[in-house]
């Protein structure tokens, strides 16, 4: 199993909905976890941390953290056309290594 | 979070040559690392860059090919060494401090001719 695993998608979410975003992950040691948002062309942009179980919430961002089920989800709320974009989840695992997933690319429809 | 400039932001090298690059951060962070990524692919870690001490190399990247130096806990660099078209990709590097998270330069993007 992978270390970080996303649905490659695409998803598609109509414009004003909420957007979920999911990601399961092998090393029960890890403690960070991080979601990046990744424009074509561009290096990727820290959007959320989450460090411990449950909801965090940073504007129209809601990370969540499940550690027994080893999941991490991003919800936006409001999808804007500008949230097209590829969603990169990451951690830090027991060795202090950032890993990153595969990404999902999410189509936001107007 | 840490801001990071990076540079050069592209170059197109001849096959055998080298190419450094650097990272410069605004404030002391305690991680740097250094990534690799493919057109329409996801980030593959090269290595951590240790402050003081040699650079830890993940699988299929080694200290010959790209070494890496870090003087201290604002900069570091890592050079393409001897390079082949297969290396033509985007190098990016990362810093930060766990509590605050990790920003990624602005990557380079590296041709082999």
């Not at chain 2, 055998?16 to 002391?28: A, E, K, P, Y």
């Not at chain 2, 692919?41 to 790209?66: C, H, P």
């Given at each position: 199993?992978?270390?970080?695993?996303?649905?490659?998608?695409?998803?598609?979410?109509?414009e004003?909905?909420?957007?979920?975003?999911?990601?399961?992950?092998?090393?029960?040691?890890?403690?960070?976890f991080?979601w990046?948002?990744?424009?074509?062309?561009?290096?990727?942009?820290?959007?959320?941390?989450?460090?411990?179980?449950?909801?965090?919430?940073?504007?129209?961002?809601?990370?969540?953290?499940?550690?027994?089920?080893?999941?991490?989800?991003?919800?936006?709320?409001?999808?804007?056309?500008?949230?097209?974009?590829?969603?990169?989840?990451?951690?830090?695992?027991?060795?202090?290594?950032?890993?990153?997933?595969k990404?999902?690319?999410?189509h936001?429809?107007? | 979070?840490?801001?990071?400039?990076?540079?050069?932001?592209?170059?197109?090298?001849?096959?055998?040559?080298?190419?450094?690059?650097?990272?410069?951060?605004?404030?002391?962070?305690?991680?740097?690392f250094?990534?690799?990524?493919?057109?329409?692919?996801?980030?593959?870690?090269?290595?951590?860059?240790?402050?003081?001490?040699?650079?830890?190399?993940?699988?299929?990247?080694?200290?010959?090919?790209?070494?890496?130096?870090?003087?201290?806990?604002?900069?570091?660099?890592?050079?393409?060494?001897?390079?082949?078209?297969?290396?033509?990709?985007?190098?990016?590097?990362?810093?930060?401090?766990?509590?605050?998270?990790?920003?990624?330069?602005?990557?380079?993007?590296?041709?082999?001719?």
């Open positions: 199993q992978k270390e970080v695993e996303q649905n490659s998608g695409p998803l598609s979410v109509p004003g909905a909420i957007a979920s975003l999911n990601c399961t992950y092998s090393d029960r040691g890890s403690q960070s991080f990046y948002r990744q424009y074509s062309g561009k290096s990727p942009e820290l959007i959320m941390s989450i460090y411990s179980n449950g909801d965090k919430e940073d504007g129209r961002f809601t990370a969540q953290l499940n550690k027994a089920s080893q999941y991490v989800s991003l919800l936006i709320r409001d999808s804007q056309p500008s949230d097209s974009a590829t969603y990169l989840c990451a951690l830090m695992n027991r060795d202090d290594k950032i890993i990153f997933g990404g999902t690319r999410l936001i429809l107007p | 979070s840490a801001v990071i400039s990076q540079k050069p932001s592209r170059d197109i090298c001849q096959r055998g040559t080298s190419l450094t690059i650097q990272c410069q951060v605004d404030s002391q962070v305690t991680m740097m250094w990534y690799r990524q493919q057109p329409g692919q996801s980030l593959t870690l090269i290595a951590t860059a240790n402050q003081g001490s040699e650079a830890t190399y993940e699988s299929g990247f080694v200290i010959d090919k790209f070494p890496i130096s870090r003087p201290n806990l604002t900069f570091s660099t890592l050079t393409v060494s001897n390079m082949s078209p297969e290396d033509s990709s985007i190098y990016l590097c990362s810093a930060g401090q766990t509590n605050y998270g990790y920003t990624f330069g602005s990557g380079t993007r590296l041709t082999v001719v």
